[in-house]
């Protein structure tokens, strides 16, 4: 084949639009072709306040919740239960002390606490009781 023949080929296929696109929706795109050099590759997380001054909440109406209008109503969702000891999710309670725990080993630990200290961990959860 000589040089010419191989330019007409070229010539032909290029007149017949049967040059395929740089992308085919099938393949994966290339890293290469998807971030070019100098962009970041992974994902741009903005901070509360860059969003905050994106945004413009003036525009809003005051009864909606927003990032800077913090009065929503209640969450219609149960409170997890949280560990006493460890603040881990608490599905167990001891019936003797009423203090939540997570495992066998935070239970061993309330039952060897000093009654003085289970009311210290009852009162920073607000549950008023007493022991008897």
Known sequence: ??????????????????????????????????????????RHWKHLKQIIQAENYQNYPADEPNYVNIESPPSMHPNKKICDITGFEAPYH????????????????????????????????NAAVVLR
């Open 1 to 42: 084949m000589t040089y010419r023949y191989i330019q007409q080929m070229e010539q032909e296929v290029i007149e017949a639009e049967l040059v395929l696109p740089v992308h085919l929706s099938f393949k994966k795109v290339q890293m290469y072709e998807k971030f070019p050099k100098g962009q970041s590759r992974g």
């Open 94 to 125: 001891d019936p003797r002390t009423k203090l939540r725990y997570a495992n066998t080993e935070v239970f061993r630990q309330i039952r060897s606490l000093p009654n003085e200290y289970v009311q210290s961990y009852l009162a920073l959860r």
